[in-house]
């Protein structure tokens, strides 16, 4: 009985997959997405969807599932060493350029206080490099500290973001909602799919609820209920947020915005509680940085312990943090950074939020497609097996989208880092099939 009590409930596992996924990624969305017009918007119930598809199919491979590696364990039960590599390197890289993608939100939010540090794109880009350093070298000191601190600053932006999705609606304007719901005359269609990596970006994280299935009460139960209803929980705090945005600030003037969550309140209330929202956000997105370049380094010692990745990545220091390999990705985020300068920091912000939407459901897709693999392995009942293939290939259609949606550069950019990644695994896979290497 004790044993069960320490256990998550079902409304404890809910809260954590929407607080997961509701970090920086929601702080400059409405920039972006009043840069195609309010029909934009149309995306987040195609994205919704899609994300709660993709949120069962790997609450269910979570159950079936329990190894260590989540996604790239998945995908192993189909393709092997290959499987697990490649899932894990594009995830790997995916979420090193979501680092920069977050580094550039907190800039933009940053301007507000300091305007010069995004007044030319060479200096957002001297900043946005400068805060990956920044927070690379504040994680030198080891886990202790660094966890905590983002628990905490997460809250900098979910409260400000889920208070406007309640309290907004007293300001907003059905004109100003009408003038700027199409500036660009694009048809349903267009207007469905012309923000689906960018609202596609507000729920990446979703396929980390399924490594809490240890920890829960009634895991086949509770898992896939709690990653339907967490993720369905940030979808509508995601759409009534950014739709009551566009009632409140006029499109044009909220498409050329740094920090639109502090705009917007500088408008409902006074400059003061915009400046204190800006604040916040800063906060927020530098904790979430900070727990996120600490992450891609654990996930990159974790690969090479497994011989999956270059052994320098598993050295650590007596405060047990893989300098080295947070130093290499330091490098490799900078690269990125300079790679995608552009006119605008919003600019920026889409180019490497395509990438990493294209980098994360390649991932996707073949973790998914394991799941019959899986469900054949467990002899799943006909009934479950028919409503999991149902939602897996849902889920699988939504993601080949999410890629087409992306758009030509991103895709030229995923298809040559997922190339690069057989080259890398062409010398790993003789690890594993010669001189009896482990399988």
């Given amino acids: 009985m004790a044993e069960a009590e320490k256990k998550m409930s079902l409304m404890q596992l809910t809260v954590l997959v929407a607080v ?22 149309l995306s987040w119930g195609v ?30 039960e189909a393709y092997g060493k290959s499987g697990f590599f490649i899932v894990f390197y594009l995830y790997f890289f995916s979420l090193a350029i979501g680092n920069v993608a977050i580094a550039i939100s907190a800039v933009g939010y940053l301007a507000t206080f300091f305007p010069w540090l995004s007044s030319t794109p060479a200096s957002t880009c001297i900043s946005v490099v400068g805060l990956i350093w ?44 009408k003038a700027a719901w199409n500036p660009k005359g694009l048809s349903l269609v267009q207007g469905m799919g012309s923000s689906i990596a960018l609202t596609l970006w507000a729920f990446l ?11 829960v009460e009634n895991p086949k139960r509770n898992v896939p209920l709690a990653c339907m209803l967490g993720t369905l929980g940030a979808a509508v705090i995601y759409v009534l947020s950014t739709t009551v945005i566009q009632g409140i600030v ?69 405060s047990n943090a893989p300098i080295r390999g947070m130093l290499v990705m330091g490098v490799v985020q900078s690269a990125m950074a300079l790679s995608t300068i552009s006119p605008s920091l919003s600019e920026q912000f889409s180019v490497l939020v395509n990438l990493a939407v294209v980098t994360n459901v390649i991932p996707y897709i073949i973790a998914l497609s394991a799941l ?10 006909p009934g479950a097996y028919r409503r999991n293939v149902v939602v897996a290939v849902v889920a ?16 030229l950019g995923g298809t040559v880092v997922m190339g690069i990644g057989f080259v890398i695994f062409g010398f790993l896979a003789p690890r594993f099939v010669i001189k009896g290497a482990r399988t």
């Fill in 250 to 318: 006029p499109n044009e003037e909220l498409a050329q915005s740094t920090g639109p969550f502090g705009l917007v309140y500088a408008q409902m209330f006074n400059p003061t509680v915009g400046s204190t929202i800006m604040a916040l956000a800063v906060m927020a997105c530098l904790g979430s940085l900070l727990g996120w370049q600490f992450t891609i380094a654990q996930t990159a010692k974790s690969a090479a312990e497994d011989r999956m990745f270059p052994a320098f990545f598993a050295k650590v220091t007596e």
């Fill in 205 to 215: 994280g979703m396929e980390s609820a399924a490594q809490n299935s240890d920890a």
């Fill in 396 to 411: 699988m259609l939504y993601s080949v989208y999410a890629i087409y949606a992306s758009g030509a550069n991103a895709v």
């Fill in 134 to 177: 920044l927070t690379t070298v504040a994680n030198f000191g080891g886990p202790k500290v660094t966890g905590r601190l983002g628990a905490i600053t997460v809250w900098g932006v979910i409260i400000p973001v889920a208070g406007l999705s309640l309290i907004g609606w007293f300001w907003f304007s059905g004109s100003t909602f």
């Fill in 372 to 381: 019959i693999v899986m469900m054949q392995k467990a002899n799943v009942e």
């Fill in 20 to 41: 997961n996924m509701m970090g920086s990624g929601i702080i400059m969305l409405p920039t972006n997405m009043a840069q195609v017009g309010a029909i934009s918007l």
């Fill in 47 to 76: 994205t919704a969807i899609g994300s709660m598809a993709i949120a069962y199919g790997f609450a269910q491979a979570g159950v079936l599932n329990q190894r260590s590696g989540g996604m790239s364990a998945y995908a192993e």
